[in-house]
């Protein structure tokens, strides 16, 4: 039966219609019912209608309420994401922490007897190119594609892109612009006394030996292969 805002139910129906007004709660919101009966209707009936409704609004809270503490446990449950981890490293030769975000492939164990190469990465902080390049890995070593090996990532995270990727020059135009650039012969020292014996005595490591880069990084790496070609495998 339809009602009036502001009503109560014993104010509604027609008083010449007998019946009942049963009430309940579900969830958070009450609720009104009108049950019609003639006036032969059985006591007994009347009353298992009652008790029947009474059930049903017991069973409906409760559904409810298991919904509302199976959610909170599952939010409860939630856990970070982790791709890998981050390490500082103390550099003598530039004379400043390095930050390295590593991921170790599946299966990797300090105890196990494998050894896996090395990806050294260049622009390898996590809003660079380390994210994406892990995943690219990832996929490519699946069994089912066999690419790429599983492998050690070491991304090392920049400080100064152009000191550190660019060698010296003698155009004065360029010194000028850019007054920190032309270090490269430094980083490449970091690489090769402190980072590679760093990661070789941290993790389980294999001879392979690649180094990534792109842009200024690609151009440095070019200069790692022409001025010391045995740096990398």
């Known amino acids: 039966m339809a009602s009036r805002k502001g009503r109560q139910p ?16 579900i969830g958070n919101s009450r609720h009104h019912y ?14 298992c209608l009652k008790i029947n409704f009474i059930l049903l609004l017991s069973f409906l809270n409760n559904l409810c ?9 599952n939010a409860d449950q939630s856990r970070p994401f982790v791709l890998g981890s981050v390490r500082e490293i103390q550099s003598k030769v530039l004379a400043e922490k390095r930050i390295l975000n590593i991921y170790v492939p599946e299966g990797y164990s300090d105890k ?5 190469p090395v990806v050294y990465l260049l622009d390898g902080s996590a809003d660079e190119d380390f994210i994406h390049v892990v995943g690219l ?8 594609i066999e690419r790429v090996p599983k492998s050690i990532i070491v991304g090392i995270a920049n400080v100064d892109r152009k000191r550190d990727f660019t ?8 010194k000028k612009r850019y007054p920190t650039a032309g270090h490269s012969d430094k980083f490449i020292a970091f690489l090769e006394s402190e980072l590679q014996p760093y990661i070789q005595a941290k ?11 792109q842009s200024l990084a690609g151009l440095l790496a070019t200069e790692v292969l022409l001025k010391k070609p045995n740096l990398f495998s």
């Open 10 to 25: 014993s104010e509604m129906g027609n008083p010449r219609k007998p019946g009942t007004w049963l009430s309940g709660v």
């Open 34 to 47: 009108f049950i019609r009966t003639n006036f032969t209707a059985n006591l007994k009936l009347h009353n």
């Open 65 to 73: 309420f298991g919904q509302t503490k199976k959610k909170a446990q």
């Open 112 to 116: 196990d007897t494998t050894r896996y």
């Open 137 to 144: 890995y990832q996929f490519n070593n699946f069994p089912w």
């Open 167 to 174: 060698y010296a020059t003698t155009i004065e135009a360029d």
């Open 203 to 213: 993790y389980k490591t294999a001879a392979s030996k690649t180094l990534i880069g």
